[in-house]
């Protein structure tokens, strides 16, 4: 153990450490396979479309509504147009993420 | 509010467990709470004590009959629920739930035509799931069921695992607001049970009462919903 995180356990009266691991950016998310079947799934996208019918009518009627769902929460319409490969989760996430380091989002 | 279900998104997930503490920690915090089991083979004597030989007090039982454990009042309501007494009675005002009182009805084990009776008088509904691939692939089909109004809980949140972890930011983003509130995993929650106790009793300082108490404060402020409001309020001893 480092001096000084021993001398910090001794001012706090503590013998060991107690890790805090911090959530994942979602950015950082890995794209397991159970949460893209999650997303594709019909149902899901009903409950998505119903609870952001505002977010995606207007601007973007096409929009298949899973995508509306990280567009509400993030803003970012380019993730959800049709036809293209946006209701794959890997790519949305890769476009979340470059969205937050150009300070979009 | 004065009538919240809560019931699990599949089974196994604590939802008997966090009904019977959430139940404590809101006696606790001064609210009049009861607790409303409807299934047979309920466990949540388990958690005030009770042998599980021993009958939890009718819901039609005389009110001198009945006593709080731990700052609750167990009521067994099932065979009410499963003849839809339930029901019935909260539809034509022979009983009511309204008031300060808080009723919580652990929905495990019961079955869906119990939730279905109760939901139009309930204040609030909760569902509880935990962060594994298990109870995400059941989501789809509980979203579709449940109405738009029940809100989630993330029980057994633990970030020290990877998978655990990104399940519960991937629940925190697909159902935003629609989730209220995350109990941390903790072994502590178990060996109360295995003690026969109340968490608040075994382990005050754990960091899953920390959480469910400051559930209870939330859902103590929140508004009530409560759909049906025609009739006139009548205590659950009236009915008796």
């Known amino acids: ?105 | 509010m004065a009538l919240l279900l809560i019931g699990g998104l599949r089974s196994g997930v604590g939802t008997t467990t966090l009904a019977a503490n959430l139940a404590v920690a809101l006696a606790a915090s001064g609210r009049s709470s009861v607790l409303l089991n409807l299934s047979r083979c309920s466990t949540l004597g388990l958690h005030f004590g009770l042998s599980a030989d021993q009958p939890l007090p009718g819901f039609d039982a005389p009110a001198a009959a009945t006593g709080p454990i731990n700052g609750v009042l167990l009521l067994d309501a099932t065979v009410q629920g499963q003849t839809g007494d339930l029901g019935e009675g909260l539809s034509s005002g022979d009983f009511s739930f309204k008031g300060e009182t808080i009723h919580i009805v652990d929905l495990s084990g019961a079955d869906d035509g119990v939730a279905a009776q109760l939901r139009p008088h309930a204040d609030l509904e909760l569902c509880v799931l935990v962060p594994n691939a298990e109870c995400l692939y059941s989501l789809p089909a509980t979203l579709e069921v449940l109405p738009e109004s029940a809100v989630f809980l993330l029980n057994r949140v633990d970030d020290t695992r990877r998978l655990g972890r990104h399940a519960a930011s991937f629940v925190r983003e697909l159902l935003g607001d629609r989730l209220i509130g995350a109990i941390q995993a903790d072994e502590a929650v178990g060996e109360a049970a295995a003690m026969m106790q109340p968490l608040s009793r075994y382990a005050p300082s754990s960091a899953a009462l920390a959480d469910i108490a400051a559930l209870a404060n939330r859902l103590a402020s929140l508004p009530m919903h409560q759909q049906t409001g025609a009739h006139d309020p009548a205590s659950r001893s009236d009915a008796a």
């Open chain 1, 1 to 105: 153990m480092r001096s000084d995180v021993k001398s910090l356990l001794d001012r706090l009266n503590q013998s060991q450490f107690r890790y805090k691991e911090f959530a994942d950016r979602f950015s950082d998310l890995e794209t397991w396979p159970i949460f893209e079947a999650v997303i594709r799934d019909s149902r899901v996208f009903n409950y998505a479309g119903a609870s952001s019918v505002q977010a995606t009518s207007t601007t973007f009627p096409d929009s298949p509504p899973i995508g509306s769902v990280l567009s509400r929460k993030y803003g970012a319409p380019e993730a959800v147009s049709q036809g293209n490969t946006s209701a794959d989760v890997r790519t949305l996430l890769a476009r979340i993420s470059s969205a937050a380091e150009k300070g979009e989002i």
